[in-house]
């Protein structure tokens, strides 16, 4: 129906609706504490508290008068240090519709590279303390991405998914957006699954007019420089009549590229509103004079709103909108402007995001299951919400995306550690619990670089024990590597029975350490376990061939690392360089590192087997197999990259294959349903291909393929990155970059990480190959890509079996599951709601058709005694709420790529 | 009595007082209007309606905050466009003192260059708009001169008597400053007066701490980089303990300099709390935080106050001040850094604005003389208003000062063309009911470049009326020249008299025009009238002597032009160039412009005798005797200064005599009360003297001198000026100026003035020279003056006797006054004050002692008979009001220096 808040409109005229609003970024050049506190306005002069100080000031000086808000992670810093009598107030003017929240998320997210699970986590992080607070009047009913470099499917079926009513952003395609206007298609209907059954993903979406700031010259707030309306006619310069008739200009002018008499205009931009008198006072007058001519016969009326009342509108105007079914990626606002780079950027910043998601899932499922002594236990108080709030902020599209000035990049990933701080007293805690054994535990942080004390002390006879939480809900193979002193271990599982194990230096960390050297000129080097066999090219040491033994299927599979020469903006059609941002290397063809790799062999067994490449001192990588393990590993060690040469360099690896994969490749979008992708070619316009490189980019969260009729091969990685395919047979990826300029895009640095002990950050990351028919791939990437996702867990205890007998109760392992859940099940979400109830998320993780098997309806029973096992030693439970209604509390179907909520109303026994 | 509004203090504590306050500039970067829109906030961010907007409701937040508001001119523009509701909140939070006005004039007038009778106008324009609107609560307590460049001992004189409780201002020399902070004199009683009886220009004067900002690290406006308050432990960066400790330290530093435990700090600065919100939280905050360490034995106490309130407990504390006689002429902020430019710059704006002066004070006489009609009358409607807010603005210390932008300066002299545009037709009404003649009256602009249609028109027997107003109390001679078409003319008075006339080419503006040129070479020139005589010399073409035939005294005089070279900044001391605000030569010695001078003879004759000097093509004198007067006139012409060689330039005239004047010479401050000088010295501090000429220059407003035992050569000029004497018997004035760099004082120009037909400003003004015996110098130089800035106005009408006898009602002369008023007495101001009352103003215009005939208390008689005829033929009057009691309110004495201001309230008979 009709919503009463909105502001009323005039059906015969040109309705043009004002939305004040500010864009409040959760992080970038500052802070989001510099940012909310107005610290460090040397920087960039912007301090939240003032925003919504002011905002709230001068709403109340006229009831007509309206202000959106979108990000929570700041309307929670500030509703925490607001007085009784300003939240009073607060509430009234969000119960009249003259505050209202937009989006809603604990920030507004990244869409290129982010993952869904961190995505949802963080708008629900935000819109449950909306509910908290305002209720229903505090409900997001639109989404507002208005800034994201890009827009990806899966937000937009997220969004879908979650309720809204219609989605608006900024920033698209130069090309695009001129098509869209000529057509009057900057407003549709975005179908954004090919799983889900229509209406299900269908989202209105509308693209703003100015990107999200103010048409020129109607720019009021304190840092824009536009002339004010002044309105006495005793003083300098009466300008009213001017303004007014550009006012009518510019509506008029926007009005030929929307198909209804409603259009809508982005009252303000990044931080604004910190003195919003400013804003409104001249909007105010602007009203004023511009009604005021319809007594005269103008046909403008024009008028405060909000989004929500726009889209209002929109709907009564009852109109059929464009279809679309593809996404917004890559981005340009110009021929050589093409924002590909942050796919990319801060390689380690994007796996620490996705490691702190993992721990975070971790945590959550802890605290769940070790009860009300997870978080004030034997070790102290911990608590997941600090984790979740880091999570939150790091969603930001100038967080995870990389695209934030260093000292903030800092910020992010110190606030990730502080939470996992918190984390890790909760994990302590509940671990207790449920083991039973309350001596100390501790989490090697440093295996990675294979450190780790406790198992590394030099006791004759060294004891310790290692606990494996392991969150997926199924049972999963995951090799542990530790360093140990001594060569002689025995490694036993709960039960007392041996586990397969080997002893030996299995990373060589630099030259200085004296490795195995093979001789590859006088024999074929080939790895080789009960699934995959690898060869390695005689001649240049590196990839030659990739078979899968269960399939017996093989393919021709040579691989290197290069880098392009990243663009220093001196060059002829454009001044654009690489940057946080832009990717934008000044020729198509990449430097190689090495023609060819020197090999060391560090292990052949039939645990695992390993070759270490190097290619230059600042690149190397390790090519492994695991017995039971259907993937090929590929971890790569990138930097410092060295830039003494003055030249800036975009690191890639890239696979060549006798795949016919021709133009097309494929690219998951934040980390669910797969997009089929084109060289040159856009599935919504003619696109005139301008950069040959950077305008085939796309985001990948969790894996890319190219295939043939025959063959597939997918990779899936540990963090977001660009992929592309130029060549037939080819996927290349970014793994790392190091600039020399900045991109001219606000951040003000070149992307040039530093590192810890050398010039320049070094990152380490795994990619995972499968090859397989395609019609196999899914069954093997889809719990391969969540494997990546969420990770074990390992905590170690130190002691001997005579302290550990001690503890009588101790229990070797425990599930929380009754049993594994079905393949096609995937257990996104397990966290305490509040203190009575439990917040479940299921997910279908399968798309329509990709699997013979999976891809089906798929029912879970939610009664304890057929999956929550934890359930029962816990409380008795009852079914609280879900997102849809079932015919049976307790039955739940899933249909592919469904994801299901509810939250289960625990009762003490 | 304690006001019941300061807030209560700790007597055992160290008292802060914030005080809160914007300075608000009436134009300076922009135009008063701008500043008041906010408009051009490219040039600089301000918008004065923005700062009350905001004020206004953050005081409204909490009854301790305060704040004062200074410039009436921006007060009045905003409280015009306030609502009903507005306005009483704004009435009541004046009348309990958490609004107060301070200052109160139309501007914070500048010092130097000002004029006592336009400062006092504009002092009466701002503090009868807060009287009026806001009765006794809106009177302001505390004179604030927070930024003009050096300070006036005849301000403070008119402040005291003004009745002013003290004064505060920011800017003194900083060698002053150093010894005051050591000795605490930061505070004192200015003695402002010679010749007024103590106490009454005795002035409490204090002098800042940090100028008139914040302490360093305490600005939290919005355009300060301040680190905020970070009181949530929550967030990052928790600093109050950190800032409560820097607050502490600064305050207990600053209290080091002052004599009680009171100390005021100055929390704002130019155009600050357009969002009061960031400054009062902050400030909240720290109070809040400093004040509860009392709890643990604090001994500061901060809080909210106003400079009247600190004075409040100054005055408690019933000490004894140190006392102050001088002035604090002139400014140096460092070394080098000596503001003594700005006495000169901007010449021709300087001249219009005395011109200016000398027209309102016609147009308020003529509006009170003409009657109703005046303002309403056949020529239309006219007003002093405009003319009076023109004037108003033009007193500010960045406008007459020569310190504003050129687009500001424009500005100003628009202002005041329009202000005397309204006042045109207010004379022209005026005129019409005095001379009962409604015919057509022209005022001729161009009269300084000769040119007048109206005289000029070239029928063949031409006949135009001149009227001429004198707003002077007495009779004055006055030449008057305008050019006319042919060579023989009548000139005869209102009773048919024949007037003393002569017609020829007076003025020869060019090379083009052919003069009579006299051969230098082969005898003696010399000027000679009645009362002068003045040689040259041969060889030079210079003055060489002048000689008073009355008391028959000589003096060697050679006068000649000179530059400075404006220091570039490119220096080893000291990177200061010469800019709008500072004189800084790079080197002591002039360049002479010309060693002779080309002589042109234009007339001798018995009226007038004149001899043109050329110099240089862009420098030219005209030295000039009238007959009947006692001064020698040089009518110099400067401009355009060249400045293709890239050398700035600073041109003064240095009169060179054998009077054995030392090291002492005479300016007068304000144009009143003369103060003596002496170079490379300080009367109040040991001087150590860094810049020999810059170091030396002071301000003039209307005259300087020098003098010994036998003779007092005497300057008065036509509009204010720097001075300075560098070498015995000599003194040198600076002329104008025009330079190549900005100054780093934030005007961001450099002082170029461009000039109409050629590359810079042609300056022309006159220096009247008098030479007298020092005891009898102020008889002749104090109605010099006088008449210098209140000169005639002359307009003209057209038309044949013919014409004119029509008008039987006509009158030929007419006069306010029933008498000439005794010469010690000046009237200062005629004006109407509302419809029934006239404000009049009655000066004595001779200092104590320095006139042995005029020196003396001189009483006047109000009644009409006596003095005002004028008032009798418009109504029967009663003495209103006056700023002291008399014995008989038609009886006025006034002693030496004394202004009396009487209200006369008229009843129509």
Redesign the interface.
């Known amino acids: 129906g009709v919503r009463s808040s909105c502001p009323a409109t005039k059906p015969s005229m040109l309705n043009v609706h004002l939305v004040p609003h500010t864009h409040d970024d959760v992080g970038w050049l500052k802070?989001v504490?510099?940012y909310?506190?107005?610290?460090?306005?040397?920087i960039q002069?912007a301090?939240v508290?003032?925003i919504l100080?002011?905002v709230i000031?001068q709403l109340q000086k006229d009831p007509a008068r309206r202000f959106i808000y979108v990000e929570t992670a700041f309307f929670y810093?500030w509703w925490r240090?607001q007085s009784q009598n300003t939240r009073r107030i607060v509430t009234q003017l969000v119960n009249e519709g003259r505050l209202e929240f937009i989006n809603g998320g604990w920030c507004m997210s990244d869409e290129a590279t982010t993952h869904y699970s961190a995505v949802i986590d963080q708008m629900t992080l935000g819109l449950r303390f909306l509910n908290d607070t305002f209720g229903e009047c505090g409900r997001p009913r639109v989404a507002w991405h208005i800034d994201p470099f890009g827009h990806a499917r899966e937000h937009a079926s997220i969004f879908a998914q979650m309720g809204y009513d219609g989605f608006f952003f900024g920033r698209l395609d130069y090309q695009d957006k001129a098509r869209r206007m000529k057509t009057k298609e900057m407003e549709m209907l975005w179908r954004a699954s090919e799983s889900l059954t229509p209406p299900l993903a269908d989202l209105f979406t509308g693209v703003l007019p100015n990107g999200y700031n103010p048409p020129e010259g109607f720019c009021w707030d304190?840092s824009?420089?536009d002339?004010?309306i002044?309105d006495?006619p005793d003083?300098?310069?009466y300008n009213v009549d001017e303004i007014v008739q550009r006012f009518l200009n510019v509506s008029y002018n926007q009005a030929a590229f929307y198909k209804t008499n409603h259009i809508i205009m982005t009252m303000g931009s990044d931080f604004q509103y910190?003195?919003a008198?400013?804003w409104y006072?001249n909007m105010d007058k602007l009203i004023k004079y511009v009604n005021a001519l319809q007594a005269k016969g103008s046909k403008v009326n024009v008028l405060y709103s909000t989004p929500s009342c726009y889209l209002q509108e929109l709907n009564l105007a009852n109109l059929t909108w464009p279809l679309k079914t593809d996404d917004f990626f890559p981005y340009a606002d110009d021929a050589h402007d093409f924002w590909t780079g942050y796919f990319t950027s801060r390689p380690a910043l994007k796996l620490y995001e996705r490691l702190s998601n993992s721990r975070l899932q971790t945590c959550n499922q802890l605290e769940v299951l070790g009860g009300p002594k997870s978080t004030s236990g034997p070790f102290g108080e911990g608590d997941s919400d600090t984790m979740s709030k880091a999570m939150g902020v790091a969603q930001h599209h100038d967080a995870v995306s990389g695209t934030e000035k260093q000292h903030v990049a800092y910020?992010y990933a110190r606030r990730l550690a502080t939470g996992w701080a918190h984390c890790e007293v909760l994990v302590r805690n509940s671990l207790a619990v449920l083991s039973g054994s309350e001596s100390p535990r501790v989490f090697c942080e440093n295996l990675n670089i294979s450190v780790c004390p406790l198992t590394e002390s030099s006791q004759k006879v060294l004891y310790f024990s290692m606990n494996v939480y392991n969150p997926l809900g199924r049972t999963v193979s995951w090799p542990v590597r530790l360093p140990v002193n001594g060569s002689l271990y025995s490694v036993t599982d709960t039960k007392g029975k041996t586990v397969d194990s080997q002893v030996g230096n299995y990373v060589c960390m630099s030259f200085k350490l004296i490795c195995n050297i093979y001789d590859m000129k006088s024999s074929s080097l080939l790895l080789l376990l009960s699934f995959l066999k690898v060869t390695f090219d005689d001649t240049t040491g590196l990839l030659s061939s990739l078979t899968n033994l269960e399939t017996n299927q093989t393919i021709r599979l040579t691989q290197n690392f290069y880098w392009y020469n990243a663009s220093s903006g001196n060059n002829k059609e454009s001044r654009q360089p690489s940057g946080a941002y832009i990717f934008r290397p000044n020729s198509s063809d990449p430097f190689v590192i090495n023609k060819t790799a020197e090999i060391q062999i560090v292990t052949v067994s039939s645990t695992v087997q390993e070759v270490t490449q190097w290619f230059s001192p600042w690149v190397s990588q390790v090519v492994r197999l695991y017995e039971g393990h259907r993937e090929l590993e590929l971890e790569w060690t990138v930097g410092p990259v060295p830039i003494a040469d003055g030249l800036g360099k975009e690191v890639i690896t890239r696979l060549d294959t006798d795949i016919e994969s021709s133009d097309y490749f494929y690219t998951d979008s934040n980390g669910r349903e797969v997009l089929e992708r084109r060289k040159d070619y856009r599935p919504t316009w003619d696109l005139k291909q301008t950069e040959p490189i950077a305008g085939n980019y796309y985001p990948i969260n969790s894996r890319a393929y190219i295939k043939d009729d025959k063959h597939q091969l997918t990779v899936v990685t540990d963090r977001s990155q660009g992929v592309s395919s130029i060549y037939n047979g080819s996927l290349e990826i970014m793994l790392h970059r190091r600039l020399l300029y900045d991109d001219f895009r606000g951040v003000g640095e070149p992307l040039s990480e530093p590192g810890e002990f050398f010039d320049g950050l070094v990152a380490r990351g795994r990619l995972l190959l499968t090859l397989t028919p395609p019609n196999m791939a899914a069954d093997v990437h889809r719990p391969l890509a969540q494997g990546m996702v969420l990770q074990p867990l390992l905590s170690f205890q130190d002691g001997t079996p005579l302290a550990n007998t001690k503890l009588e109760v101790c229990r070797g392992s425990f599930s929380g599951l009754q049993d594994a859940l079905p393949p096609a099940v995937h257990l996104l979400t397990l966290s305490q709601w509040d203190k009575d109830s439990v917040l479940i998320r299921l997910e279908h993780q399968y798309q329509a058709k990709e699997s013979k098997t999976h891809s089906q309806p798929i029912t879970v029973n939610l009664q304890v005694t057929h999956t929550f096992s934890f359930l029962l030693t816990l409380s008795n439970y009852i079914l609280l709420q879900s997102n849809t209604d079932y015919p049976s509390p307790w039955e739940v179907t899933l249909n592919p790529m469904e994801i299901r909520t509810f939250l289960l109303q625990l009762r003490q026994l």
Chains 1, 2 share one sequence.
Do not use: I, V
Not at 36 to 42: K, L, P, S, V
């Open positions: 802070t504490d510099q909310y506190h107005g610290d460090r306005n040397n002069h301090g508290q003032y100080d002011s000031d810093r240090q304190q824009c420089n002339a004010p002044r006495d003083l300098e310069d910190e003195n008198n400013l006072k910020d």
